[in-house]
């Protein structure tokens, strides 16, 4: 409606309008646009450009004033949204203090108002008068006092760093500003140290070594950069002269994603390890001089801290705090104390620092939809205010100390789920499900005739269901969850999941067939990587129910759950004998357990000490596959017999798993296997203004 008359729109157009409320106040990407309203057909963005100006022509003169275009971004409906409290009905007007325009509607389903006995019309009216003064009065008191939404923060003269081909990734600028060090993949195969200077010369290669070289961090007074070398079995910490030189190793770590930060004073560096008496990866101090170590953040089991950031004036460090899919940005004094949480955005954020005062704490963040953008927030907390870079998946941003340019990476990844035939001549390898966004966790049916897997395609992780050959794709979840971890019954009408709300996780039991998914587990505790019995009744599934996490079995139609492990437990599979159930211990640590379903004797299996590290394996009814984690492809396939315990070396790839969610499953029928990798992974680093 417009000024009381139908304003026609068609499908199309009323779509790109409901987005644009639907987010009112806050700009909308032009790619979640078109991903959202043209999610089946390949359209330019012209296509979106025409829908918009006839929007406006159809919204009156004002219809420019109405959307808004945002430069190098997208658009933003500006006017104030209300729902009327009928639920059916949004209302959006546009005030001036100029002009205010009072719209009263009746309800003529309710008969009028009786008149009171003893009251005139003339009484009522002045009665109706004064409450109308006082509440056009609150009225403009409040629309004067209301807060603008703010604009976004636009960067500008966005241009490549170095335009090196590959992965360049983890930028740090040098204390004056002049040069960054970063990470590079240069070789095609692992990752190397290297620093350039600002608009000029070649990059300078500080590090040769076969293990991956990460996370540089300038010293304050510019001389030297700090980082981690890491490999599957260790990781340790290095030091090397800014212009190149020998390297002195600072100290050792149990964690392979750290992170580090100098204090101000170059004393003191912040890492990300674990100990013996708590293994769960938190912030440590670590001594410069003698290497020494001291534990600073304490996260939950299950949990972990990574990306440490001091502050410019050294007393706070920022990080992220993991739980699993779900990423938070949190604060910590140096002096130790309980972590203040910052965002509650419940999704992926990959990357974070501060501004140059300290004031603020600029991340990279998917809060509103399917692209990462960056962010900035107040160290106090608030609502974050988004920083419009003009690029698409950014990561890893970081700011020169006189706050005049910001670097960041702008990723290019595709992980898609691919079919490995080792049983042919010469070994088949086949896409199977893809799309422009994340694919993977797959898990063939008891029959392999289907497959469920995880995708992010429509802006969350759902649940999806495939045939066996990856046509005939349909959605099974659509929940405000962040979900994973499926697996099929053994009668492959039921899938299990787990599903993630910030902090909480609960385990879920869907049919194939759709329709609402239903709890299992106490959503007072955590519940993850949930996996059937081998009968079908039960579900057995990760929490951390007794304090520690641990494995524990419940029945299929829920109830009391009982506590199978008492040493810690992470993903496990059910044996097809039913007596035993396969285990591993922790994520990032190699070697698979079994232990009774009574919980009595658990040992670990041997043989497969190389097996379980993150989750590619996968148990059948006559073996255990897996892949062997090593620094660089090819990456072995490899199969251990239930019956002759034996082990044999069945396939290698030389494509890169994922190696964070669930990649590998093995099909019952043919021992055909499902493989989630990489198939785009590449990353620039960008340098643009800030605050000009």
């Known amino acids: 409606m417009r000024n009381g008359e139908l304003v026609s729109l068609t499908p199309k157009e009323f779509e790109v309008l409901l987005m644009l409320v639907i987010n009112a106040g806050k700009p909308v990407e032009k790619d979640n646009l078109l991903d959202k309203v043209w999610a089946d057909t390949f359209v330019e963005e012209g296509t979106l450009t025409r829908n918009i100006s006839w929007l406006r022509k159809k919204l009156g003169s004002d219809g420019e004033k109405i959307i808004e275009t945002v430069p190098k971004f997208g658009y933003r409906f500006l006017p104030e949204v209300r729902l009327i409290q009928d639920g059916q009905t949004i209302v959006f007007e546009q005030n001036t203090f100029q002009k205010i325009t009072i719209e009263e509607t009746l309800d003529i389903s309710e008969p009028p108002p009786l008149q009171l006995p003893g009251k005139s019309k003339p009484s009522l009216f002045w009665l109706a008068l004064v409450f109308g003064v006082l509440a056009i009065s609150i009225f403009g008191f409040w629309l004067f006092q209301r807060k603008i939404s703010p604009q976004p923060i636009v960067l500008t003269s966005v241009v490549p760093f170095s335009g090196l081909a590959g992965r360049e990734n983890m930028p740090a600028f040098s204390p004056d500003g002049k040069s960054i060090a970063f990470v590079w993949d240069g070789d095609g195969n692992n990752h190397d140290i290297y620093i350039k200077l600002v608009g000029a010369g070649e990059p300078l290669r500080l590090t040769n070594d076969p293990a991956n070289d990460l996370f540089p961090a300038f010293s304050p007074d510019g001389k030297s950069i700090a980082f981690v070398r890491s490999s599957p079995s260790k990781s340790e910490v290095y030091l090397i002269p800014a212009l190149g030189g020998a390297e002195r190793k600072i100290c050792s770590l149990e964690s392979i994603w750290s992170g580090i930060s100098f204090s101000p004073d170059g004393k003191t560096l912040a890492v990300i390890d674990a100990d013996t008496t708590n293994k769960q990866w938190g912030i440590f101090w670590v001594n410069l001089e003698n290497g020494n170590k001291k534990r600073l953040t304490s996260p939950p089991e299950f949990v972990s801290d990574i990306n440490p950031h001091f502050s410019p004036d050294g007393k706070q460090i920022a990080f992220l705090r993991v739980f699993n899919q779900i990423y938070e940005v949190f604060t910590v004094p140096v002096g130790g104390g309980e972590p203040k949480q910052i965002t509650n955005d419940k999704t992926a954020v990959s990357g974070l620092t501060w501004d140059e005062k300290g004031n603020n704490i600029i991340f990279a963040s998917r809060r509103n939809g399917i692209q990462s953008n960056l962010w900035k927030v107040s160290a106090d907390g608030g609502e974050p205010e988004m920083i419009v870079t003009g690029g698409k998946n950014i990561a890893n941003p970081t700011i020169s100390s006189d706050g005049k340019q910001i670097a960041f990476v702008e990723e290019l990844s595709d992980t898609n789920i691919w079919l490995i035939n080792p049983t042919s001549n010469q070994t088949a390898e086949t896409k199977l499900i893809t799309s422009s966004r994340a694919d993977h966790s797959p898990s063939f049916s008891p029959d392999g005739k289907q497959i469920v897997f995880v995708s992010d395609r429509t802006g969350n992780f759902e649940i999806w269901i495939a045939d066996e050959k990856g046509k005939n794709q349909r959605q099974l979840t659509n929940l405000s969850k962040s979900a994973g971890s499926p697996r099929f019954s053994p009668d492959g009408k ?199």
């Open 494 to 692: 039921f899938v299990v999941f787990d599903a993630q709300d910030g902090q909480k996780s609960s385990v879920f039991v869907i049919s194939t067939e759709g329709g609402q998914a239903r709890i299992v587990t106490d959503p007072n505790f955590r519940a993850v990587l949930p996996t059937w019995s081998a009968d079908g009744r039960g579900i057995y599934f990760t929490s951390n129910k007794s304090g520690t996490y641990q494995l524990w079995k419940i029945s299929v139609d829920g109830g009391e759950a009982t506590q199978i492990t008492k040493q810690g437990a992470f993903e496990s599979f059910a044996a097809p004998n039913g007596k035993t159930i396969f285990h591993t211990k922790a994520r990032g640590e190699a070697g698979i357990w079994k232990i009774g379903i009574d919980g009595a004797d658990e040992t670990q299996v041997s043989g497969l000490e190389d097996a379980g590290f993150w989750r590619y394996w996968s148990v059948t009814n006559d073996g255990i596959y897996y892949v062997s984690r090593t620094p660089n492809p090819p990456f072995k396939v490899k199969y251990y017999d239930f019956k002759t315990l034996q082990m044999q070396d069945l396939t290698s790839t030389s494509r890169i798993p994922i190696w964070v969610y669930s990649g590998f499953s093995v099909s019952p029928t043919d021992k055909k296997i499902l493989f989630a990798q990489f198939d785009q992974n590449s990353a620039s680093i960008m340098l643009a203004k800030l605050g000009e």
